[in-house]
């Protein structure tokens, strides 16, 4: 099992720009979320989902848009890419009372 | 709302030394606890959990007991190594929460010295 995978690993956008961050798992969890780290203030939940078709916000949804078509695959879009949006983005997938954590993006913003 | 506080980094330790993370919580009723440890240029990794009042969780020699009268759940080892340096989160799922929908607090950076 490949576990959680995201791509890309880094990116630079243009403020304005947008693009989409690719998160994919292969062991069948109905869960997955979306995080965004930044010094100083920890993990905070953008979106999650509970099951293919269903997604929800989570604290700071602004400016970001998920969908979640199969199981497999939680992409998160941003819109209209903002400085404020530099950080670190963590995709995670549940089973019962654990959450496994791809490896993130680094995503800057000029 | 619920929340989690973590004692602020960073704590540095030489090794062999004891260490504590203080972690406490507010909530409603009795969440879940965890803890999480970030290696370096890494994704999140659970570390351990317990999810009623009195439990212990432990792991590689970490240990941590859900405290509901102080609303702590201390992270502890005995005598860490030069490979615990991490970064380390407390969190809480929320009671009738999604699996999906954990509060993290800011997270401890330990560096460990040989």
């Known amino acids: 099992n490949a576990g959680v995978t995201q791509t890309p690993k880094f990116q630079v956008l243009k403020t304005g720009q947008s693009m989409t961050l690719q998160c994919a798992q292969d062991m069948n969890h109905e869960y997955m979320s979306w995080y965004r780290q930044d010094p100083g203030m920890g993990l905070r939940l953008i979106h999650y989902?509970?099951?293919?078709?269903?997604?929800d916000q989570g604290e700071v949804p602004n400016g970001y848009n998920v969908s979640r078509s199969t199981t497999e695959d939680f992409p998160l879009r941003l819109l209209s890419a903002a400085p404020s949006q530099t950080s670190v983005y963590f995709c995670?997938?549940?089973?019962?009372?654990?959450?496994?954590f791809g490896p993130g993006t680094r995503l800057t913003v000029t | 709302g619920d929340s989690v506080t973590q004692m602020e980094g960073p704590v540095t330790l030489s090794e062999e030394a004891f260490l504590t993370i203080n972690c406490t919580y507010t909530a409603t009723g009795y969440p879940s606890l965890f803890w999480y440890v970030q290696y370096p240029g890494e994704g999140l990794q659970l570390l351990l959990k317990a999810t009623k009042a009195d439990d212990k969780g432990s792991n590689k020699g970490f240990e941590a007991t859900y405290r509901k009268e102080t609303t702590s759940f201390h992270l502890e080892k005995g005598s860490v190594q030069v490979s615990d340096s991490a970064v380390y989160f407390c969190a809480l799922r929320p009671l009738g929460g999604s699996q999906g929908n954990l509060i993290f607090g800011k997270g401890t950076k330990l560096s460990v010295k040989p």
């Open positions: 995670a997938s549940s089973k019962g009372d654990r959450q496994y």
């Open positions: 989902s509970v099951g293919a078709g269903i997604t």
